[in-house]
């Protein structure tokens, strides 16, 4: 058996770089419960409770930022949408949509102020099919260096199919003038940023970035995932109330997250969406949302229209601002903080997985994040906070901060300085 091909393949995968990097971590924590990855949520309470590992801890791990997830009318339309459609859409979209794909577009449209959306099964499966069919061998694909997984993944096909493929410093406006000015001359650029950076909560400069694209004939393209349903009037992300319009923008949002349903669109004028449904390939030969969950975005989208989401939002930015504020008054270096994404640095790979694992043992479940998914020796615990977060649960991990202080050694504001200058 050992001489198999399939055999010989996995050896082969055990001599990457990355596979023995995390598998030397994997050695040193091998009790999910210390490393707290690949996980299985038993239970599911509210107030974000979860059951995992045999504990009930608070999860500061969840996407779900509105805690719609949890709401009655969203959970009743999933029932409304199987008791209408069934389980599946039966077909890729490029042969047949049910009425209610239809209809969740033009309420996503009519909600962002754009003509026209196009719902793809995924966030990850709109870059990756969006980016490559947007560029040909005659444009200039542009990258932000920090740009989600899915914008590099996207990135690489098109590479590989000819495109010219540059990254430029992140959230920087002059390094991009100064890579587009370079690479000239192109017939177009095309620039991919997110609109909030995932392990940090960063958020660009969108008007700076967007001026930079006009000059030197760019289309600004804005994985902003992170922000739908969470920032900007009504929950339209950061694009619209940053920029005024969508003229020379490509907007990609996430149905999942803070709509807590399923899939991901772009948001678009009607020719671009007909363009995409013929050039996107994960379009036509992908499967489609299933359609429940699209009688479940048009219920978010009331929500998100209504009087009712002020309130909420209103939640969720207490909880934030409750979180940050304390850990900076902590001395921890917090990155993030105006978004529901509010990272703290650790810095050495073992120390944020002991970390992650000091504060589930005191009842509270955040992301250790570490190498890939962050630079080398920049692990960051990653808490999400979420619009049903109770205020004593937010305290009671702010005090589980504290104690991790005295154990395992965090950078604070003034060391970070000091490196700095």
């Not at 009318?73 to 049910?98: I, P």
Request: charge should be negative; aromatic fraction near 6%; hydrophobic fraction near 45%.
């Amino acid at each position: 058996m050992a001489n198999l091909p399939m055999q010989k393949l996995v050896q082969a995968l055990r001599q990457n770089g990355l596979i023995r990097f995390l598998e030397h971590f994997h050695a040193m924590f091998p009790n999910p419960a210390t490393h707290l990855k690949d996980l299985v949520v038993d239970e599911s309470g509210p107030h974000r409770m979860i059951s995992v590992c045999g504990r009930r801890v608070t999860n500061f791990g969840s996407d779900s930022f509105l805690g719609l997830d949890q709401d009655p009318r969203v959970m009743a339309a999933v029932v409304r949408g199987v008791q209408r459609w069934g389980t599946h859409n039966g077909a890729s979209r490029a042969f047949a949509s049910v009425r209610s794909n239809i209809e969740a577009e033009e309420k996503l449209a009519r909600w962002l102020g754009t003509e026209a959306t196009l719902i793809y099964p995924s966030v990850t499966l709109a870059n990756v099919g969006a980016i490559p069919g947007l560029v040909g061998k005659q444009d200039l694909l542009v990258v932000d260096e920090h740009a989600h997984n899915s914008i590099q993944e996207g990135a690489k096909i098109a590479k590989a199919n000819g495109v010219r493929l540059v990254a430029f410093s992140h959230c920087d406006p002059v390094d991009l003038e100064r890579l587009l000015k370079e690479n000239a001359p192109y017939r177009v650029a095309l620039v991919c940023i997110d609109g909030v950076y995932s392990m940090s909560g960063a958020l660009p400069p969108l008007a700076a970035l967007s001026e930079v694209c006009l000059r030197n004939s760019a289309v600004l393209y804005v994985d902003d995932a992170h922000a739908t349903a969470v920032m900007g009037k009504q929950g339209r992300g950061t694009v619209r109330d940053a920029l005024g319009n969508y003229d020379n923008t490509l907007v990609v949002g996430s149905l999942s997250k803070g709509f807590s349903c399923f899939g991901g669109f772009i948001a678009c004028s009607e020719e671009f969406k007909l363009l995409l449904k013929m050039r996107s390939n994960t379009y036509i030969f992908g499967g489609p949302v299933p359609p429940a969950y699209l009688d479940a975005i048009c219920t978010v989208c009331d929500i998100l229209t209504s009087g009712e989401y002020d309130e909420i939002r209103a939640r969720l930015q207490d909880n934030i601002r409750q979180l940050a504020n304390g850990a900076m008054e902590l001395g921890l270096v917090v990155l993030g903080g105006e978004t529901p994404i509010v990272s703290i640095l650790v810095g050495d790979e073992a120390d944020t997985l002991n970390a992650g694992n000091f504060l589930f043992e005191r009842g509270y479940y955040v992301q250790s994040v570490t190498f890939p998914a962050v630079d080398y020796h920049a692990g960051v615990l990653r808490i999400q906070v979420n619009a049903n977060h109770q205020r004593a649960s937010i305290d009671g991990l702010l005090s589980a901060l504290a104690d991790l202080k005295k154990v395992i050694p965090l950078p604070s504001p003034e060391e970070m300085l000091r490196q700095a200058a």
